[in-house]
């Protein structure tokens, strides 16, 4: 009889625990600019600069963001990085991510001009609190949102 006033005690904290792990809304994220930065020969840089918006009362730590981009509907590049920043507690963080084409691999691209292109991934990001930490670093729980977008750009020649 000892244990069920124990169990309920052990679930009661375990739901509250889960509870308070859910309770942060996911950061948004919009692509605020794509250009195209040094070209050579050899190939070209991309920079595409993401705002990450955070409503929620603590600042939210980023770890990785994986993420694709396409120029003229193929896929150039693709990507796992640190975004190395913390979206800032009811606020908006800008972090850029940087793409290389090697235009050897990618000839069509080679004459320059506007192309369409095409930029989507994936950001984990840490919730509040240990447990939610202790989560994280253990796989349970590894809170992701995503991005996309599309548009044009001119390469030059």
Do not use: W
């Amino acid at each position: 009889m000892a244990l069920l006033p124990v169990r309920l005690v052990s679930v009661g904290v375990a739901s509250g625990l889960l509870v308070g792990c859910t309770s942060v809304t996911s950061p948004k994220l919009t692509v605020a600019s794509a250009a195209v930065g040094q070209r050579s020969a050899e190939g070209l840089e991309l920079a595409f600069a993401i705002d990450g918006e955070n409503s929620n009362d603590t600042g939210l730590p980023l770890r990785t963001v994986k993420y694709t981009v396409e120029l003229g509907g193929e896929r150039v590049f693709e990507g796992t990085r640190s975004p190395e920043a913390t979206l800032r507690r009811m606020g908006v963080q800008r972090f850029v991510l940087p793409a290389v084409v090697k235009l050897a691999d990618h000839p069509e691209l080679a004459s320059g001009g506007r192309v369409p292109y095409r930029v989507s991934g994936e950001v984990t990001y840490v919730a509040p609190g240990q447990i939610a930490e202790l989560l994280f670093d253990a796989g349970v729980r590894v809170p992701t949102t995503s991005f996309s977008d599309s548009g044009e750009l001119d390469l030059g020649s």
